[in-house]
């Protein structure tokens, strides 16, 4: 048995040995009265925004603004792209897409952060290389913190799921902040069930 088999197996070894329980996280409550009106704010603090509906067509907004757009993959049914997306698409293949419009699966109040998984994205590329991403969220589902989220079945049942917290930014030494440096450059957030 060369070196290499013998390191694997050992390792194989152990994975099934060792097993070992999640630590129970408590959870800290401060007010879940206002969790909308503190997820706003939290995603306007890190560079998101939140889009307005209109009582007459809640989707006119995301209309508008998707308007002028070239390319635009949107994988929910409310809104049509024209980019559609199938098991046989490449992630590279959405690196020229202007608008992504998609359902994030929960919102956290305390950060602005919105979870999206494999099954919202469809292809995990989706929520980073549009320049633009259109969330819907359901207000329902938005939890206080980041405690609720982490206790959230999606990690649990899913391969794949990232916390987006407003568009992508960096700053270098002299404080000078871009956004878009290393992904979407604005996320937009529609409070919608």
């Not at 194989?12 to 060792?18: V, W």
């Not at 938005?142 to 989220?149: S, T």
Request: proline letters at 5%; hydrophobic letters at 40%; a negative charge.
């Amino acid at each position: 048995m060369s070196s290499r088999e013998f390191i694997l197996t050992q390792i194989r070894q152990s994975c099934h040995t060792e097993r070992s329980e999640a630590p129970t996280v408590p959870f800290f409550h401060q007010d879940p009265a206002n969790i909308v009106d503190k997820f706003k704010q939290s995603l306007i603090a890190m560079g998101g925004q939140i889009i307005e509906t209109d009582p007459q067509d809640p989707y006119k907004f995301v209309k508008e603004k998707i308007a002028q757009s070239k390319i635009i993959c949107s994988v929910v049914p409310e809104i049509l792209g024209n980019r559609h997306l199938t098991e046989t698409t490449e992630p590279k293949e959405l690196q020229d897409i202007d608008y992504g419009v998609l359902r994030a699966s929960f919102g956290v109040a305390e950060t602005g952060s919105i979870c999206l998984t494999e099954q919202d994205l469809f292809i995990n590329t989706l929520g980073y290389l549009p320049q633009h991403l259109i969330i819907f969220l359901d207000p329902k589902q938005i939890v206080e913190n980041l405690h609720d989220a982490y206790a959230r079945s999606e990690w649990k049942q899913i391969h794949y799921a990232a916390l987006h917290s407003g568009p992508s930014a960096t700053a270098d030494i002299e404080g000078v902040l871009i956004r878009g440096a290393q992904g979407v450059r604005s996320l937009s957030v529609l409070l919608i069930e």
